[in-house]
């Protein structure tokens, strides 16, 4: 039985790292108001995510990092409350297709957006989507690792664990 339950888990973990190597790294796009998507590896089925996007000519902006695990086929980001007494937790997919990448706000019971809260009053976290092409290794990762969102995410993480 625990031989059993430990292959599980290994396989569980090897699946976890073979969906991560193909999207970990940098995503940019856009001009002077960038889009920048960043993911990286926390352990074998968790990614660190952070999305900064800027919706032109609106200028509102999406912004939203934390630790996601691997759900079915995608990385899911679940908030463990509210930042807002009107919303409901953030509840945001990472997954690909052959060619983007794809942040998707999970709607919630009542069918709104749970992550509208990060976002401007025109900015949405609903099918957003990248080229995979614009993937580049991130070069800064000590620096990222170092962050205040990335120390955020980790610390939130952890809390939801207990």
């Known amino acids: 039985m625990i031989i059993e339950k430990l292959a599980l ?9 073979d969906r991560i190597a193909p999207i970990e790294g ?7 108001d960038e889009d920048v998507i960043e993911i990286a590896r926390y352990d074998a089925s968790h990614i660190y995510v952070r999305a900064d ?3 032109n000519p609106s200028g509102h902006t999406c912004k939203v990092y934390g630790i996601a695990g691997l759900e079915g086929d995608a ?3 679940r908030a463990p409350r509210p930042i807002s007494s009107r919303g409901s937790a953030c509840v ?8 983007d990448l794809v942040l998707t706000d999970v709607p919630g019971s009542g069918g709104d957006q749970t992550c509208k809260d990060y976002c401007g009053l025109n900015g949405s976290l609903t099918d ?8 580049r290794p991130i070069q800064y990762m000590s620096r990222l690792k170092a962050s205040r969102e990335y120390a955020s995410a980790v610390a939130e993480f952890n809390e939801s664990r207990r």
């Open 128 to 135: 957003y989507g990248i080229k995979r092409s614009k993937r």
């Open 92 to 99: 945001l997919t990472v997954k690909t297709t052959p060619t």
């Open 75 to 77: 990385f899911v980001y």
């Open 9 to 17: 888990v290994m396989a569980l973990v090897l699946a976890g790292a």
């Open 26 to 32: 940098v995503y940019k796009t856009g001009g002077a």
């Open 53 to 55: 996007l800027h919706f």
